[in-house]
């Protein structure tokens, strides 16, 4: 896993027959500058470029999101809102896990290098170049486990 910019995703679209579009570098721009520990869905960023005054439509975001995802640039996320988060995919040492309640949709990030170590043995053995290993975590959080609590 490599940190992207404009000139290396550019450089992978190309090889693979694709151009790198405004749109294109707007997205990896915004995941680049995102604070740490944030997710936009697809929505979120829709949103958010709207209010940036960038005219970028939602099929437009949809389709950058899984391109970029499936190249490893960003990070797929399955967490508990029902619909699909992205992230920048950092390379170690920024590599992170998610925890996250069930109940409330809380979520903390937390490292943990034996699940990255695991995956890249894992995929070297097979012969696979690593883009990404995840390890979520679905549980119910001290708070939302008193409110289950009978009075």
Known sequence: MTAYTATALKSELNERGWRLTPQRETILQIFQDLPKGNHLSAEDLHNLLQAEG????????????????????????????????????????????????????????????????????????????????????????PACQRSLLPM
Do not use: W
């Open 54 to 141: 960038h005219a970028i439509s939602l099929s437009t975001i949809y389709r950058t999101l899984k391109l970029m995802a499936r190249m490893g640039i960003l990070r797929e996320l399955e967490l508990a809102e029902g619909h699909k988060h992205y992230e920048i995919n950092q390379p170690s040492p920024h590599h992170h896990h998610h925890l996250i309640c069930v109940k409330c949709n809380k979520t903390i990030e937390f490292k943990n290098d034996a699940i990255l170590k695991t995956g890249t043995r894992t995929a070297q053995k097979e012969g696979y170049h690593l883009l990404d290993c995840q390890l979520m975590i679905h549980a119910i959080c």
